[in-house]
């Protein structure tokens, strides 16, 4: 990582040590994660992005974050392996990921989707659709998500 880049999250995996995290490149954010210490780029150079959250499950590797194109909304995202999926923004302006759990085939994305005036709601997405946790007044945020199971007994 450069002095012009931040870290955000940690995963392990064995001996693999995952970092997540954004960097600037002179004109634009990047999302990236560093494996062992060797970079992997996110997104293209169009688009601000910055990944907040990493999990690690069954050697897939599961990030969060946010993308920004100039003059466009925010979309919370998640990428698996590299593959960006964009997350449900239902009637929302704009949306930031903060948080990412794995359980199973689920995939859970916590964050915040915001109206026009700036509004904003806790929320989180499974498997990609959209859930509110909170009303519009109270402009929160939701940055981080785990998944616990009930025993069978």
């Not at 466009?72 to 009637?91: F, H, P, Q, R, T």
Request: aromatic share 10%; hydrophobic share 40%; charged share 20%.
């Amino acid at each position: 990582m450069s002095a012009n880049g931040v870290a955000y999250a940690i995963a392990l995996d064995g001996n693999d040590v995952y970092v997540v995290g954004t960097e600037w490149n002179g004109s634009n954010s990047v999302a990236k994660y560093w494996k062992n210490g060797n970079a992997v780029a996110l997104s293209n150079k169009s688009a601000n992005t910055i990944a907040t959250a990493i999990t690690v499950d069954r050697g897939d590797v599961y990030i969060a974050g946010t993308e920004t194109v100039l003059g466009e909304s925010s979309i919370a995202k998640y990428w698996k392996n590299g593959m960006a999926v964009a997350l449900d923004l239902d009637e929302y302006d704009g949306a930031y990921a903060g948080g990412i759990a794995v359980d199973g085939d689920d995939v859970y994305v916590a964050g915040r989707v915001w109206t026009v005036g700036g509004k904003s709601k806790a929320a989180y997405w499974k498997n990609g659709t959209l859930q509110t946790l909170s009303d519009e007044n109270e402009s929160v945020d939701a940055v981080s998500i785990i998944v616990v199971k009930t025993p069978v007994e």
